[in-house]
């Protein structure tokens, strides 16, 4: 039996990003024939809600704040207790004094590429765990071959150290429509992600049809900080734009089953899993152009410059309206998508961690 830790802060509360992706590997791990012989101890501070096996999926609370002094003093003493023989450290940072095998999972390093985006304090932390996490790890996970060629550049990890493994997508079901839905966004709230372009470039498309609602979903985390509620007061869209932190995952579920088109304006992600989850929903996408907006929706998607606000609207009025044009991008949609299989990711991910594990037992 392989004994597999996992840092499982993550799922707690409401997931999104890391907590989704790791879910998402749980749930097919324990499915899976070629992980019938792992055992898996998830760290938390807190009991975790899994519909997990718990014979083979062990919940190991470690008292705490779940900060970084709890990662780098708790954690590893409680690691130390189990006789595990690889650890998965799926956010960026790890427990530096572990003496097992460690795998970790960068997703970017937006914090290495634009530090403006960061608090001082904040953005030197990350830098500083990120580097030692990577040096310090057996394999480094990364989702796009974007971001394994950021690890290179900027992080200095070699080529044969990065495991490129994209996550999977989780398809919703959708009844074709063509009613004039509106205009989705979700995902945490970054500068990087262009919110009030977004809002901005809605505001021309709202007055001309006063039912199109735009609807907004993600924790505000901007630095320096947008006020998205009284931008969307300026420009007069109380009545259909809504934004909202969180919603339960039917609420989400609906949101993506009714709207018309899916924008998300990002200048730097590691992947960008919303958009690929909106053409998995028959949804067709507005994004910014960018390297890995391209290796991921492919011809699947209507690109715009950054900071370009008619364009968007004129994107957005096309997503929305162009009948044609959606056809065309929903049919390119499945060679967009047929690298993002769960299954896929959870059996390439166990491989990484059986083979650093190997090293060990």
């Known amino acids: 039996m392989i ?11 409401h997931p999104t990003g890391v907590g989704r992706y790791l879910g998402g590997l749980l749930e097919r791990w324990s499915s899976m024939d070629e992980a019938a012989d792992c055992e898996f101890v998830l760290y938390s501070i807190e009991p975790l809600s899994l519909a997990l096996p718990p014979h083979r999926f062990a919940t190991r609370v470690v008292i705490g704040p779940g900060n970084t002094w709890w990662e780098q003093t708790a954690l590893p003493a409680a690691v130390g207790q189990d006789a595990l023989d690889v650890f ?20 970017d390093i937006s914090f290495i590429a634009h530090p403006e985006w960061f608090t001082v304090r904040e953005g030197l932390r990350r830098r500083w765990l990120t580097r030692r996490a ?13 971001t394994r060629d950021e690890l290179v550049t900027r992080l200095g990890v070699a080529p044969e150290r990065i495991a490129v493994i994209p996550p999977g997508v989780t398809r919703v079901t959708r009844e074709p429509s063509t009613q004039a839905g509106g205009v989705l966004y979700v995902g945490s709230v970054f500068n990087r992600r262009h919110l009030p372009d977004l809002i901005r470039g809605f505001a021309p498309l709202a007055r001309e049809h006063p039912t199109l609602t735009l609807d907004v979903v993600g924790d505000n985390r901007t630095y320096p900080h947008e006020d998205l509620l009284g ?19 039917e609420t989400l579920r609906t949101l993506y089953q009714s709207a018309r088109t899916f924008a998300f304006l990002s200048e730097y992600e590691g992947l960008g899993l919303t ?56 049919t390119q949609a499945p060679h967009a998508l047929a690298r993002f299989d769960w299954t896929l990711a959870a059996r390439e991910t166990l491989a990484t961690l059986l083979t650093a594990a190997g090293a060990h037992v």
Request: proline letters at 9%; glycine letters at 4%.
């Open 275 to 330: 958009p690929l989850e909106a053409l998995a929903a028959g949804i067709p996408v507005v994004v910014l152009d960018t390297r890995v907006a391209r290796e991921s929706c492919r011809d699947a998607a209507l690109y715009v410059p950054p900071g370009d606000v008619p364009m968007i609207t004129e994107a957005l009025r096309t997503a929305l309206f162009d009948e044609p044009t959606r056809r065309r991008l929903l």
């Open 88 to 107: 998965l450290a799926p956010a960026y940072t790890a427990p530096l004094r572990l003496t097992v095998p460690l795998v970790v999972a960068i997703h």
């Open 3 to 13: 004994r597999i830790g996992i840092d499982a802060r993550e799922l707690i509360g």
């Open 231 to 249: 931008l969307i007061a300026a420009e007069r869209l109380e009545a259909q734009a809504r934004w909202r932190p969180w919603v339960p995952d």
């Open 134 to 146: 990577a040096r310090r790890a057996n394999t480094v996970i990364t989702i796009s071959d974007f």
